[in-house]
């Protein structure tokens, strides 16, 4: 008989692998082989045995792509899923089909809103902040470290909340900002003594946006000013306020008269011969 050729085909790892991403920035991940679980919204990566002279048409994902990665940002909707991909070499035009790898996508929770009880939100108040219609079946987790759906808070800061299911799949919040107030109380003149007229430099206090003086307890014509035009004496304070609204106001400290020693320089008359002139 006449020999015949025949070409045999390498062999490849049918074996799909499944990577998890830890982040968006740095793609360090976790491997799983056959099967894995995700939440919606992880980045993942499914890689295939690498053939140079091939391409690659997955199931999920993109329809085609000329190489053996196939990356799948968060688009990918809750359920059980079946990828396989299935690799052509563009050489001999033989066909192989890798072995199916189970994706199960676990659902977020629903969107969640946080509110709060105050009306302003201005720090050194006590606001309530709280998760508007929480659900008995999700774990709520503050970034202040408190697990509950509400916490009570009066220091300056943004705070948010993340809904866990039973799945381990999480989602956040809405944040809310407490504002820090304007420290009125840095200007610490106390009591003070002065040449009048004077002016009071006032060095910028952080967080300020408006200065509002007072002098016994009613606003100065000039009170808009950040340095404070002293021309009586009287008991002053100081009123800061930041883009928020929130407001700060000082101890009262006092301004009095410089006291001096004054001459005066004239003529003096004396009637010595007492008639008046």
């Not at 993109?62 to 688009?75: A, L, Q």
């Not at 407001?247 to 009095?256: A, G, L, N």
Request: glycine share 6%; charged share 15%; proline share 4%.
């Amino acid at each position: 008989p006449k020999p015949i050729k025949v070409s045999v085909d390498r062999i490849v790892d049918r074996r799909i692998t499944g990577i998890v991403f830890e982040d968006d920035l740095d793609f360090v991940g976790v491997s799983y082989y056959d099967s894995m679980h995700i939440c919606q919204g992880d980045i993942i990566a499914f890689t295939a045995s690498y053939i140079s002279t091939s391409t690659y048409v997955w199931s999920i994902g993109s329809s085609n792509t000329s190489y053996n990665i196939e990356y799948n940002f968060r688009d990918i909707p809750a359920g059980r899923h079946t990828v396989i991909t299935t690799i052509t070499d563009n050489t001999t035009g033989c066909q192989i089909q890798s072995k199916p790898f189970i994706l199960i996508v676990e659902a977020l929770p629903d969107a969640i809103m946080l509110k709060n009880t105050g009306v302003s939100l201005c720090a050194g108040q006590t606001q309530q902040l709280y998760v508007d219609n929480p659900e008995p079946d999700l774990r709520y987790f503050w970034n202040t470290g408190k697990e509950s759906n509400s916490i009570n808070v009066s220091l300056a800061g943004r705070y948010f909340v993340r809904a866990v299911n039973q799945n381990g799949c999480e989602i956040a919040s809405n944040s809310i900002y407490i504002s820090p107030i304007a420290d009125a109380n840095r200007i610490n003149l106390g009591c003070t003594m002065t040449c009048f007229p004077d002016t009071i430099c006032v060095p910028n206090i952080p967080n300020t946006s408006t200065y509002t003086w007072l002098l016994d307890g009613t606003v100065m014509s000039n009170s808009l000013s950040r340095d404070l035009i002293v021309k009586q004496a009287g008991e002053y304070q100081l009123i800061t306020e930041n883009t928020a609204g929130c407001r700060d106001t000082s101890d009262v400290f006092h301004i009095d008269a410089e006291a001096r020693t004054q001459s005066i320089s004239g003529i003096v008359y004396l009637d010595i011969n007492e008639n008046g002139l």
